[in-house]
């Protein structure tokens, strides 16, 4: 009876102490969470894992305890391979299990790939599982001075990536436990500080990520207009973290299946992927710059984007007729007002039908598209995935039947249909019908076209080069392409597999994984779309590049609205239908410091919103914001009043020029970036933490950003404001426009930034290529071009230009281009051109040179290639700046300036004062040796 009572009374109070115990050891920032989906202590403790209740937000009450049985082990020894390391992992344990179908053999490889550079993956041993197709990088041998060493725990299995140069441990897998069963995968680690940023794409309230939030990111690419923690567009499990000593590394998971990353306050990171295998890089840096070189060095770097795609373009959904468009384009020209693009959205088409126009309301839209090239405009036009399968006699449906190129049903075999935009033929919809009605009543079925199939290029680019025939393009939109679907899945809904309805649904926006999209179960070219899903963008983006350039045999653009790691090889990226809010602008800077740490720099958001009604003064603020975006578009929605610069008045008109100029003055200067991000990897545009790593407050400055190194930009983003507060780091920084000097350093400054204004401050050291504007590039790029030089603390500066035709394919490669490097003291600047591979009779020349930064009250002398220029100077006492005007010398020759300074009021010339010096010195020295 007694040894009865005790296992009935005993044991359950010892069980619920020991419980109690190992609770009481694992703090609240410390848990990671065992029941991602949120259930009851039952099932929680069936797992082996710890039920805690707790009030805290975002605390989970159901944990792994320390003492958690599961996980992995180290099964012999660790073998050294010709490239790093290989470990057998046995599962410790065959009776907690989480989901079911537990891999009990798991191989781990590590790869010392690059001294910089580590890769390790953790793969099922028996049965080949989905690995992303994405090109990386492969090593034959293992690096000769690798800056990191890799340790590992055998029992339970945890990994550890550690900085050799001051023991930093930038990866630790020990902090939870490794998962691996069919459909869950999960692995956490701990970075060595709180300061991470990247995972995307979401839109999110600082461009830190707030660990201390307990965030649950969900990756999974959807059609999902941008709002806070919502997965939207695009799938980036990448992540950089500065390390407490100023030094950072970046982490990627090339995994393309759906998953959570959640983050802790430990701080802790956790990936849960319902599919795929565990495939992980690690980047070294040291330097947030040197991270972003090195990701995309292995995964691919950036386009070179044409020279025209960085000027100022237009674009709405809602024109509805080539009047409208042939109004706007001439309103701007009238108001004097600069554009290098006009989109043409979906209402070109006959009923939203790709490779088609509508003749009746964009009548002579071919001439149109024509006849605006001659006035250097470009168009570029929308193309959507999916193709509409009702119309009789519809090539692109009745060819992709032909060559098979159409996503399948699952269940059936045969192509999957769902609704998108085309409609049926000879309805008049209901507009003040719901959303669903309209879709159920008046769309079209509609299959998706497989970018994986081997027949989608002939398919694809050959209906754009025939497309090209008629509508002479100069780029092209990709949008709707997650895909995107009206209905769930598919028509009839998707059918209940494991696919559809996995154990583990990660926390993406709807019900159910098909939410907007296409069945998970569907086929794609020997592949489940559940494996290639949040690929979609990315294998429209390649083929459509290819296309772009075939036809219109230029370099060409395209714009993708869904994105993965590599796509900035073939495209740019606009963030999504955004909402005419306040709030925007700032969002819209969180996302493109994003896009530049993911290696897609050519990026930019709907300038003055998608959604709604902006304010004028909204509108301004957001122009003057929008023009230092890499990608610079004003696109609003259909039913919206017009909000291009023409729409607002005179005023505006006015004010908005004013910073269109400017946006075309520095274009050589963005130009130049876009080379070094496709030779170096750098950003284009960038926090101040890139440049100054050392100097914890710009850790956390989100409200400005850099052009480059060079160029600092800190916009009004606040209804009312006139005046901006302004971090400086520590370097000497001029106001763009007239060159006076900043006299604080590390500290915020109260800058006025009245209406028709936006702060831009130069960074001494540097020097900025620019050009005069004129109404487009074309014509720009013929105006004189000129040089900003601000000086440094030591009296010097440096800077370069990159120029070739501005629209040939491969000109990089092809070593087409002129590469002009420019150093300057204060005693004068050089010239020298160090690549000369580009050459045309209407290059233009340098006009002009403005020196930031010289202390004197004027020069006394000028020569330019041994002649004297004095008459082509002035001097700016004020600002202390000296401007060089009415030149012309050619771009391609190297050139040299002298000057001497005039010494300040009372001293002499700057020669009298050496003089003086030189006798004084001697005399200071015996002076100081008789005192001895």
């Keep these: 009876m007694a040894s009865f009572i005790k296992r009935v009374f005993f044991i359950p109070v010892v069980l619920s102490l020991m419980r109690l115990t190992i609770s009481k050891h694992v703090a609240d920032k410390d848990k990671i969470d065992c029941y991602p989906e949120k259930g009851n202590q039952t099932v929680c403790e069936s797992r082996g894992c710890t039920w805690e209740n707790s009030d805290a937000e975002g605390v989970p009450s159901c944990f792994f305890p320390e003492s958690y049985s599961g996980g992995y082990k180290i099964e012999g020894e660790v073998i050294n391979t010709n490239l790093g390391y290989q470990a057998a992992l046995k599962r410790r344990s065959a009776v907690t299990t989480i989901y079911g179908q537990d891999i009990n053999d798991v191989i781990l490889d590590v790869e010392f790939q690059t001294n910089d550079r580590v890769r390790f993956k953790l793969y099922d041993s028996r049965e080949k599982r989905y690995e992303v197709p994405v090109p990386m990088p492969s090593a034959t041998s293992k690096a000769s001075n690798p800056k990191y060493k890799v340790e590992f725990k055998p029992d339970p299995f945890s990994l550890k990536i550690v900085r050799k140069e001051n023991g930093a441990i930038l990866w630790d897998s020990s902090v939870g436990v490794l998962?691996?069963?069919?459909?869950?995968?999960?692995?956490?680690?701990?970075?060595?500080?709180?300061?991470?940023?990247?995972?995307?794409?979401?839109?999110?309230?600082?461009?830190?990520?707030?660990?201390?939030?307990?965030?649950?990111?969900?990756?999974?690419?959807?059609?999902?207009?941008?709002?806070?923690?919502?997965?939207?567009?695009?799938?980036?499990?990448?992540?950089?973290?500065?390390?407490?000593?100023?030094?950072?590394?970046?982490?990627?998971?090339?995994?393309?299946?759906?998953?959570?990353?959640?983050?802790?306050?430990?701080?802790?990171?956790?990936?849960?992927?319902?599919?795929?295998?565990?495939?992980?890089?690690?980047?070294?840096?040291?330097?947030?710059?040197?991270?972003?070189?090195?990701?995309?060095?292995?995964?691919?770097?950036?386009?070179?984007?044409?020279?025209?795609?960085?000027?100022?373009?237009?674009?709405?959904?809602?024109?509805?007729?080539?009047?409208?468009?042939?109004?706007?384009?001439?309103?701007?020209?009238?108001?004097?007002?600069?554009?290098?693009?006009?989109?043409?959205?979906?209402?070109?088409?006959?009923?939203?039908?790709?490779?088609?126009?509508?003749?009746?309301?964009?009548?002579?839209?071919?001439?149109?598209?024509?006849?605006?090239?001659?006035?250097?405009?470009?168009?570029?036009?929308?193309?959507?995935?999916?193709?509409?399968?009702?119309?009789?006699?519809?090539?692109?449906?009745?060819?992709?039947?032909?060559?098979?190129?159409?996503?399948?049903?699952?269940?059936?075999?045969?192509?999957?249909?769902?609704?998108?935009?085309?409609?049926?033929?000879?309805?008049?919809?209901?507009?003040?019908?719901?959303?669903?009605?309209?879709?159920?009543?008046?769309?079209?079925?509609?299959?998706?076209?497989?970018?994986?199939?081997?027949?989608?290029?002939?398919?694809?680019?050959?209906?754009?080069?025939?497309?090209?025939?008629?509508?002479?393009?100069?780029?092209?939109?990709?949008?709707?392409?997650?895909?995107?679907?009206?209905?769930?899945?598919?028509?009839?809904?998707?059918?209940?597999?494991?696919?559809?309805?996995?154990?583990?649904?990660?926390?993406?926006?709807?019900?159910?994984?098909?939410?907007k999209t296409v069945c998970m179960n569907a086929l794609q070219t020997d592949n489940l779309h559940y494996n290639v899903h949040s690929l979609y963008g990315w294998s429209q983006s390649r083929v459509t590049l290819e296309a772009a350039r075939k036809s219109t045999r230029k370099r060409s653009l395209v714009i993708s609205r869904s994105t993965f790691p590599s796509s900035g090889k073939y495209a740019g990226h606009w963030l999504g239908d955004n909402n005419a809010s306040w709030d925007q602008l700032y969002a819209s800077i969180i996302g493109m410091l994003e896009f530049n740490l993911f290696g897609i720099p050519y990026v930019g958001a709907d300038v003055c919103g998608y959604f709604s009604h902006p304010t004028s003064e909204m509108c301004l603020r957001w122009t003057q914001l929008g023009a230092f975006y890499p990608f610079f578009r004003n696109h609003n929605g259909f039913g919206y009043k017009a909000q291009d610069p023409t729409a607002f008045g005179d005023e505006f008109v006015s004010k908005a020029r004013k910073v269109l100029l400017t946006r075309y003055w520095l274009i050589p200067f963005l130009y130049t970036l876009f080379y070094e991000a496709k030779v170096y990897g750098s950003t284009v545009v960038r926090s101040l933490m890139h440049e100054f790593p050392d100097d914890k407050t710009t850790w956390d400055i989100d409200r400005?950003?850099?052009?480059?190194?060079?160029?600092?930009?800190?916009?009004?983003?606040?209804?009312?404001?006139?005046?901006?507060?302004?971090?400086?780091?520590?370097?000497?920084?001029?106001?763009?426009?007239?060159?006076?000097?900043?006299?604080?350093?590390?500290?915020?400054?109260?800058?006025?930034?009245?209406?028709?204004?936006?702060?831009?401050?130069?960074?001494?050291?540097?020097?900025?290529?620019?050009?005069?504007?004129?109404?487009?590039?074309?014509?720009?790029?013929?105006?004189?071009?000129?040089?900003?030089?601000?000086?440094?603390?030591?009296?010097?500066?440096?800077?370069?230009?990159?120029?070739?035709?501005?629209?040939?394919?491969?000109?990089?490669?092809?070593?087409?281009?002129?590469?002009?490097?420019?150093?300057?003291?204060?005693?004068?600047?050089?010239?020298?051109?160090?690549?000369?591979?580009?050459?045309?009779?209407?290059?233009?020349?340098?006009?002009?040179?403005?020196?930031?930064?010289?202390?004197?009250?004027?020069?006394?002398?000028?020569?330019?290639?041994?002649?004297?220029?004095?008459?082509?100077?002035?001097?700016d006492k004020d600002n202390k700046v000296l401007k060089i005007t009415d030149l012309s010398l050619s771009i391609n020759e190297a050139h040299r300036f002298e000057w001497t300074l005039a010494s300040p009021k009372g001293t002499g010339s700057k020669l009298q004062t050496l003089a003086v010096a030189s006798l004084l010195i001697p005399l200071i020295v015996g002076f100081a040796f008789m005192k001895e």
Excluded at 450 to 471: E, M, V
Excluded at 730 to 739: C, K, L, V
Excluded at 806 to 831: M, P, R
Excluded at 852 to 875: C, P, Q, V
Aim: hydrophobic share 35%; glycine share 8%.
């Design 179 to 515: 998962i691996f069963e069919d459909q869950f995968i999960q692995i956490s680690t701990q970075p060595p500080s709180s300061y991470v940023y990247g995972f995307g794409e979401q839109e999110h309230e600082s461009f830190k990520r707030n660990l201390s939030a307990w965030e649950v990111l969900p990756i999974f690419t959807r059609d999902q207009f941008p709002f806070a923690g919502g997965n939207l567009y695009g799938h980036h499990p990448f992540y950089t973290c500065m390390e407490n000593d100023g030094k950072a590394h970046g982490v990627l998971l090339l995994n393309s299946n759906a998953m959570d990353v959640a983050l802790q306050p430990k701080p802790a990171i956790t990936y849960r992927t319902i599919g795929g295998i565990l495939d992980f890089y690690v980047f070294l840096g040291p330097n947030p710059e040197d991270v972003v070189k090195q990701y995309t060095e292995a995964i691919g770097r950036t386009f070179l984007p044409p020279y025209w795609s960085l000027g100022f373009q237009l674009s709405r959904w809602g024109y509805n007729n080539i009047e409208t468009v042939k109004g706007l384009v001439a309103n701007m020209s009238k108001h004097n007002l600069p554009q290098d693009v006009q989109f043409g959205d979906i209402d070109y088409m006959i009923r939203m039908k790709d490779f088609t126009y509508d003749p009746v309301n964009f009548k002579g839209l071919p001439d149109f598209v024509r006849s605006i090239r001659k006035d250097g405009l470009r168009y570029i036009i929308i193309l959507d995935p999916a193709i509409g399968a009702n119309d009789t006699g519809y090539r692109p449906y009745d060819w992709g039947n032909e060559l098979n190129v159409f996503i399948k049903d699952g269940d059936t075999g045969g192509n999957l249909f769902g609704k998108v935009w085309p409609t049926y033929e000879n309805v008049k919809i209901n507009e003040s019908l719901p959303w669903d009605e309209k879709t159920r009543l008046y769309r079209q079925y509609a299959t998706f076209l497989d970018f994986f199939h081997p027949n989608i290029s002939t398919y694809w680019g050959d209906l754009i080069q025939d497309f090209y025939k008629t509508i002479e393009f100069d780029g092209l939109w990709i949008d709707m392409n997650e895909p995107a679907n009206f209905v769930k899945g598919k028509v009839n809904g998707c059918s209940k597999n494991k696919w559809d309805y996995p154990p583990y649904k990660p926390r993406i926006i709807g019900n159910i994984m098909a939410e």
């Design 704 to 875: 400005q950003f850099l052009w480059g190194s060079i160029l600092l930009i800190s916009p009004v983003l606040d209804e009312g404001k006139t005046s901006v507060e302004v971090y400086f780091p520590e370097a000497r920084w001029y106001d763009y426009y007239t060159g006076k000097e900043v006299s604080r350093r590390k500290e915020y400054v109260s800058v006025d930034a009245p209406l028709d204004h936006i702060p831009l401050h130069i960074r001494g050291g540097y020097i900025l290529p620019i050009q005069e504007p004129a109404n487009n590039t074309v014509f720009s790029r013929k105006k004189p071009m000129g040089l900003i030089v601000a000086l440094g603390d030591n009296k010097k500066a440096e800077g370069k230009l990159f120029w070739d035709d501005g629209e040939s394919i491969d000109t990089v490669e092809n070593e087409k281009y002129l590469l002009v490097q420019f150093s300057s003291d204060e005693s004068g600047l050089k010239f020298s051109v160090v690549k000369k591979g580009y050459t045309d009779s209407n290059l233009p020349n340098f006009g002009f040179v403005s020196v930031y930064g010289l202390d004197t009250e004027g020069i006394e002398s000028l020569n330019i290639d041994g002649k004297d220029m004095k008459t082509k100077s002035s001097f």
